[in-house]
């Protein structure tokens, strides 16, 4: 036990300095970029970005997580699997040339035939980059992940700046999403020379990969279902609002998913190697990810508290006064976030264990829950009844993807951890309980106003107290021994 918390402790920290340090970089970029673009400008782009990260999903095949799986991998299988992924690359991105006019058409959107050459080859670079990428995170070296990432980010967004005041407009922001997958490859290229599997070169035996493809199916089923659930609101409210509406709905988005980012994705990379050497001791992985669930839910709780009292605040120094309309959509898809970081994290227990078939049903189920979600939201013709709608539909998949866990994969009965977990979770809707009492309450010069005061300063400090000193011991005490 000591010896797989001491593996994913060192895993966990390595990934966080990686990924922090890009996304630091990402904000600060982030935060000029959507001063010197409009809201149609990131809508329009939004729109097509959908279709970018469904092809770049495509070109990956679930093939990193199958690699990583893999005890050895030889330099004949290495570069005939480099060779498949060049081949699948280019069939893609001729692909996307020939959609994306017809979803552009449909969507209403006009000159976009640049953007999307210059696309085309995001799908490409993006596909290429797999096995270098896998070859670095199967050997934990995230931190030199991080500065490649860190470096095209770099080049990317200068490249971008000095784009927009030549006059090239939105193009200038697509040219950053080209720049940025070919300096990820460049860079994983160079560095995955020091690593186990070696650095990629062009092989004949392209056949490689259908062993890999055995494996990946399932999780590049998982990918797709998931990715259309999580991605359909974009396209239909592009569709039915219209871009700049997508821009708005986008950026709310984003703020939300910092969070996922700032913690779950950064550890996301380091669950499955680590988790992978100790596949044959299921009671060992579930107790060590429950007890790395319970800080990543308290941590979600206090993040959603601090977002939901002042997303005004957050939205102004982030993106500027611009984007302030945003702010309702914003507090309501706070509440989200402690679930969503959980929801996030089991991705890596499923894949460690090589359920990806389990995690595939699990998709399906979760698909068909957040797409009904969705077309509630757009029938209602009310953004705020499909932001409501999308936490629902978090919560039915947070159940449903612990019950798999615990009687399919697993088969390990923790029901006292799963409550402890539960409640955590729950916690961060007082938020908007608390707020929805004082704000039917308030009126002009009443006491309610004063209240809500009060609440705008203290409720996420009693929050914070509340939720890291004792929710977790008090529910511990509660429950003296597992059900």
Request: overall charge positive; charged content about 10%; some cysteine.
């Amino acid at each position: 036990m000591n010896n797989i918390k001491k593996d994913l402790n060192k895993g966990i920290v390595h990934s966080l300095i990686g990924k922090y340090s890009l996304y630091i970089f990402q904000m600060m970029s982030l935060a000029i970029l959507a001063r010197l673009f409009t809201p149609e400008d990131f809508g329009t782009l939004a729109a097509l970005q959908v279709l970018i990260l469904f092809f770049q999903l495509l070109a990956t095949s679930g093939l990193a997580p199958a690699i990583i799986h893999q005890d050895t991998i030889s330099e004949e299988q290495r570069n005939g699997i480099f060779s498949a992924t060049v081949i699948i690359g280019l069939l893609l991105s001729f692909l996307f040339i020939y959609l994306t006019p017809i979803l552009a058409t449909w969507l209403s959107l006009t000159n976009v035939s640049l953007i999307t050459y210059v696309l085309a080859l995001n799908v490409f670079f993006s596909a290429i980059a797999m096995l270098p990428l896998a070859s670095l995170q199967k050997d934990t070296h995230f931190i030199i992940i991080g500065k490649a990432e860190i470096g095209a980010e770099i080049i990317a967004f200068v490249i971008c700046i000095l784009l927009y005041f030549g006059g090239f407009g939105v193009v200038a922001l697509a040219m950053k999403l080209l720049v940025t997958p070919i300096g990820r490859f460049v860079f994983y290229y160079l560095y995955s020379n020091n690593t186990v599997i070696g650095q990629v070169k062009f092989g004949h035996k392209i056949s490689s990969i259908l062993p890999l493809f055995a494996i990946a199916k399932y999780q590049l089923g998982f990918n797709v279902l998931n990715f259309f659930s999580r991605n359909l609101d974009t396209i239909l409210v592009a569709k039915y609002f219209g871009v700049a509406t997508v821009g708005f709905y986008e950026k709310t988005y984003q703020i939300m998913r910092y969070p996922l980012q700032l913690f779950t994705f950064a550890i996301n990379p380091a669950l499955q190697p680590v988790l992978t050497r100790y596949k044959d001791k299921p009671s060992i992985i579930m107790t060590a990810y429950y007890a790395l669930a319970y800080k990543l839910s308290a941590i979600g709780v206090v993040t959603a508290t601090f977002i939901f009292w002042y997303a005004d605040d957050v939205i102004i120094i982030l993106f500027g006064s611009q984007w302030l309309s945003v702010s309702t959509l914003l507090k309501i898809l706070a509440l989200s976030i402690p679930v969503q970081m959980v929801l996030s994290s089991t991705g890596g227990l499923y894949q460690a264990m090589g359920a990806t078939k389990e995690m595939f049903y699990c998709g399906i189920f979760s698909s068909t829950v957040n797409v009904s979600a969705i077309f509630i939201g757009i029938y209602s013709g009310e953004m705020t009844v499909l932001c409501i709608s999308l936490i629902f539909a978090f919560m039915i998949n947070y159940f449903q993807c612990f019950y798999t866990l615990h009687c399919y994969v697993f088969k390990i009965r923790k029901v006292k951890s799963f409550l402890i977990l539960t409640a955590i979770i729950l916690g961060g809707f007082f938020n908007g309980l608390f707020y929805s009492v004082v704000e039917t309450a308030q009126a002009p010069n009443s006491f309610s106003v004063s209240v809500y005061n009060v609440a705008y300063v203290l409720m996420p400090i009693l929050t914070i107290i509340i939720f890291i000193l004792f929710s977790k011991r008090f529910l511990m005490t509660f429950f003296k021994r597992d059900i």
